[in-house]
């Protein structure tokens, strides 16, 4: 479907009907990781409002460290103590006004000396400075729930002060980031309204919200896969430098349906242009972070008492879901990651139930509506030999 509308606003000379692959630069992100870019030509119902409070912000005048403050409030609604005064003081939260030039790469820091976790970005007044700061956020009680401090009284072997995995660090602030972004939550806070209360309308609000989110947490799933994929094979010497390039677009049309928008050659280097390629950042994790968050939102909603479909859920305010969670964090890397996970879940695998459940109303959308086209997906001559 995403390749058809595609094809449809840009043209045939554009978008190729004959491979179905998407030129990587039509999908509003540099690296074509997320596709909410496109969301304005690809919406099931462009006539009814979606949650995206960027204007509305601004419109109230909040500021960047507001943002911040109401990601705060939202993890102290949870049980979760406030950030120290130090956070507020010595975080860059936007862009220095005095031009030094940083890496504004959103990151978050643990300074391991009691409570001084801080975050450094480029934040504005946006929804994704939002979404950022809560996920920012999860890192730095994490942080603090293993390394104790002037507000917690567990403090865990300075070996053990890291997250279960890697994923489970990405995974924290993304699973607050789903109860935050529920049209239900930001109307909570007043940045959101129904135009409508008729069942039609908030049906329709529904898989436009689920639509959006899944140009940016389903469309990521083959990207976030496929970086160290590309790496592996890299490493392992199964591809050699003059082949860098072109596996790396071979591996973006097998997962992505993607292609160069430009052709490129052995000279070039577009894997690099990730932050995380170039810096040596194992990527892995993110993808595993993906499914973990839906599968944490799951267990936190059920601890809520939240009845109704998953993407409705918002457990702001819930102490029961808060206790669970800090309970894991505290653990630290103390335990087999697995342990943790079954502890917290139930289950001691990763599991897709979560993800599953959650977009469910838009997978029966698009089954239906899907049934209008015949080239949905892409050319499988683009395969790719593992």
């Known amino acids: 479907t995403q390749s058809t509308w595609v094809r449809l606003t840009y ?11 998407i030129p990587a630069h039509l999908l509003g992100n540099m690296w074509a990781q997320k596709w909410d870019g496109v969301y304005d030509i690809v919406a099931p119902y462009p006539e009814v409002a979606t949650p995206d ?36 003081s010595l975080s860059v939260l936007e862009r220095p006004a005095d031009g030094r030039e ?33 996920h920012e956020m999860g890192h730095c009680h994490y942080y603090l729930a293993y390394q104790g401090g002037s507000v917690h009284t567990h403090q865990l072997p300075f070996v053990y002060q890291t997250g279960a995995n890697p994923a489970f660090h990405e995974a924290i602030g993304d699973t607050i980031s789903i109860s935050v972004v529920t049209p239900d939550h930001l109307r909570s806070i007043g940045l959101f309204n129904y135009s409508s209360t008729e069942d039609s309308y908030i049906e329709k609000v529904a898989i436009n919200f689920l639509l959006r989110q899944a140009l940016q947490k389903l469309a990521f799933l ?20 003059e082949s860098y390039n072109s596996h790396w677009w071979t591996l973006r049309a097998y997962y992505q349906g993607l292609k160069s928008p430009v052709p490129r050659d ?6 690099g242009a990730k932050y995380h390629v170039a810096a040596n950042v ?50 630290g890397s103390s335990e087999p990651w697995p342990s943790v996970l079954e502890s917290f879940t139930g289950s001691s695998r990763v599991t897709t ?6 977009f469910n109303p838009l997978f029966n959308w698009l089954t239906n509506y899907n049934r209008q086209w015949g080239d949905v997906g892409w050319d499988d001559g683009f395969s790719y030999k593992r």
């Open 282 to 331: 194992p990527y892995i994790r993110y993808f595993f972070s993906h499914l973990l968050q839906f599968q944490f939102h799951k267990t936190l909603c059920g601890a809520a008492n939240h009845d109704g479909p998953l993407y409705r859920c918002d457990v702001n305010g819930s102490r029961d879901a808060g206790s669970m969670l800090r309970h894991m964090l505290t653990k």
């Open 222 to 241: 083959p990207f976030g896969l496929l970086v160290d994929q590309w790496r592996w094979d890299v490493f392992s010497g199964s591809v050699g430098p």
């Open 353 to 358: 139930g979560g993800l599953i459940d959650y």
């Open 102 to 134: 940083i890496v504004c790469h959103p990151s978050a820091f643990n300074m391991h000396n009691k409570d001084d976790v801080r975050i450094k970005m480029c934040g504005d007044v946006s929804m994704y400075t939002l979404l950022t700061a809560h």
């Open 11 to 21: 043209g045939a000379g554009i978008v190729d009907a004959s491979d179905g692959l």
């Open 53 to 88: 409070v960027s204007s509305e912000l601004q419109r109230r005048n909040y500021t960047v460290v507001d943002l911040f403050r109401l990601a705060d409030e939202f993890y102290q609604g949870l049980g979760f103590p406030a950030m120290p005064d130090s956070f507020w």
């Open 266 to 271: 052995p000279g070039d280097f577009d894997a």
